[in-house]
């Protein structure tokens, strides 16, 4: 007999098979060949080294997947944020600001490509080939644009793909199983509505993570004010200005402690190729990232974490696996004051935003999944930062409070060092590695989740994956990195000249 059981048998292998055939190729950021591919001349000569070392990171499988390639410029990588300028930069000034630092795009992922190479020979012979990468860059970028033609060319190709695949979402019936998919997410804005406070836990055991204090710092005021713009209005900081930044909206993380997975740490490599956590080592990584609000470029400062794992309450867990984490964003005015707080996991999912009194919330959100909104706490003078709190095991943020507020709690301080780290480490047999795969998914974190949620055409939803590569809505779609996320969501409340 044809039983009801049997049915659902059926249905999981079909999704399983759908799923299977239906994968990420999409979003693997796909090697560039340049026309001057195959000429007898210098330029010829720079299209085929970046054609051979693109062959060489293919073979090894080490692409660099934060930004994506530029067709027909293999030296340029695009995001979202610089691809938000296609329409913006007709003078000569602001065209070569944009394609510079689409350039640097390229180096940075390049220097980690390079580093990783299993076959790179010694440090100096990678020094060699990534001085390479630069000499080659700007001598075909000097013969590229060298015409309004050209430099149109460019502006109608570039494109940041979104990370939403489109035949999974037709495979999956997408208009029905979005309305099961909405109605989970307003359960959990319910939840979290009902349990998120601006004051300190009341109970539980927690362990405080603190900032190592360093000397006296310049007030982000003053840092910000005298931070000069590119031709794009983007604000250019030096590397002790932006270090003091970190420094001054550096957050207390809260964490109730009651397994070892609660405990935020140094993400590795074992010598059995599996990612893990060094709880000894307590480490906030730094990223900086830009958005647009007010016909203005706005700094953000990110700052994300690390644990072990979400652990499974039972073996059926959907979300619990390898490797879990948070980012704390800080979106900064003008005037170096914090404008926004958000935070994130690392697979893009359980987003919120905590607008400050300077923000009111759209009353006309067009996003199909509502973004949750929660308010931020008010910052009493002579305090900065945030205690960013969260639960033991699912590390949901449930309280955002001003640091300062004494709690029931252990401390330990933390360091901070930079986010590229992860892009380059030691894969504890001898070479390097990056902590994401070319697809940015973090390898070995793979969540059940994803077998429910394939049709919303996000890959592998749960997994852990690298910046700039997070969708935040499992209902149409949203990034994380969306550089106008803010002009939909929010109006101005009294924002500062």
């Not at 070569?96 to 980690?112: F, H, K, N, P, S």
């Not at 270090?243 to 964490?255: D, K, Y």
């Not at 935020?264 to 307590?282: C, H, K, M, N, Q």
């Not at 949620?453 to 590569?469: H, I, K």
Request: proline share 7%; hydrophobic share 40%; aromatic share 10%.
């Amino acid at each position: 007999m044809f039983t009801y059981h049997h049915a659902t048998r059926c249905a999981i292998v079909l999704m399983a098979f759908v799923v299977l055939f239906t994968g990420g190729c999409a979003t693997i950021p796909v090697p560039t060949r340049s026309g001057h591919l195959g000429m007898d001349d210098p330029l010829g000569r720079c299209a085929d080294f970046f054609d051979t070392l693109d062959r060489r990171v293919v073979h090894a499988q080490i692409i660099d997947p934060g930004a994506f390639k530029v067709p027909g410029h293999p030296y340029l990588r695009i995001d979202r944020f610089l691809a938000s300028f296609r329409e913006e930069v007709s003078d000569e000034a602001a065209f070569t600001a944009w394609v510079d630092r689409m350039q640097v795009l390229d180096q940075t992922a390049r220097r980690y490509e390079i580093a990783n190479l299993p076959d790179g020979g010694s440090p100096q012979d990678r020094e060699t080939l990534y001085d390479r990468v630069i000499t080659c860059g700007n001598r075909l970028k000097a013969a590229d644009f060298q015409t309004e033609d050209q430099r149109r060319g460019l502006r109608e190709k570039i494109t940041a793909p979104d990370e939403y695949i489109l035949l999974r979402q037709i495979l999956g019936i997408y208009p029905i199983t979005r309305l099961f998919i909405s109605l989970g997410v307003s359960r959990w804005h319910a939840e979290i509505h009902r349990s998120f406070t601006v004051e300190p836990p009341a109970d539980g055991s927690s362990t405080r993570y603190v900032p190592e204090t360093g000397g006296v710092l310049p007030e982000p005021r003053v840092i910000v004010a005298h931070a000069g713009r590119d031709a794009l209005g983007i604000p250019r900081y030096t590397a002790d200005a932006l270090e003091a930044l970190f420094q001054h909206h550096a957050p207390v993380w809260e964490v109730r402690t009651q397994v070892d997975a609660d405990r935020i740490g140094t993400p590795f490599w074992t010598s059995a190729e599996i990612l893990a956590v060094d709880t000894g080592r307590p480490v906030t990584f730094m990223l900086l990232s830009h958005t647009r609000f007010q016909g203005e470029i706005l700094t953000q400062l990110n700052y994300m974490i690390w644990f072990p794992s979400r652990p499974k309450v039972h073996m059926l867990d959907i979300y619990g696996g390898l490797l879990d984490g948070l980012n704390y964003r800080v979106t900064l005015n003008t005037q170096g004051e914090p404008l926004l707080y958000e935070t994130v996991h690392h697979c893009g999912c359980y987003y919120a935003a905590y607008p400050t009194r300077a923000l009111k919330v759209r009353e006309n959100i067009s996003y199909a999944e509502p973004p949750l909104i929660l308010k931020a706490p008010d910052i009493p003078s002579g305090r900065q930062g945030m205690t960013v709190a969260m639960q033991s095991r699912t590390h949901f943020v449930h309280h955002l409070y001003p640091s300062g507020i004494e709690a029931n709690a252990d401390s330990v301080a933390y360091t901070l060092t930079h986010y590229d780290r992860l892009r380059s480490l030691d894969d504890g047999r001898g070479g390097r590695r990056s902590m994401f795969g070319p697809n940015s998914l973090a390898p070995g974190t793979e969540r059940l989740e994803r077998w429910l949620f394939w049709p919303t055409g996000v890959l592998s939803p749960g997994a852990m994956r690298q910046w700039g590569r997070h969708a935040v809505a499992f209902v149409g779609e949203r990034h994380f990195d969306d550089p106008f996320f803010m002009e939909e969501m929010f109006e101005v409340e009294s924002y500062p000249n």
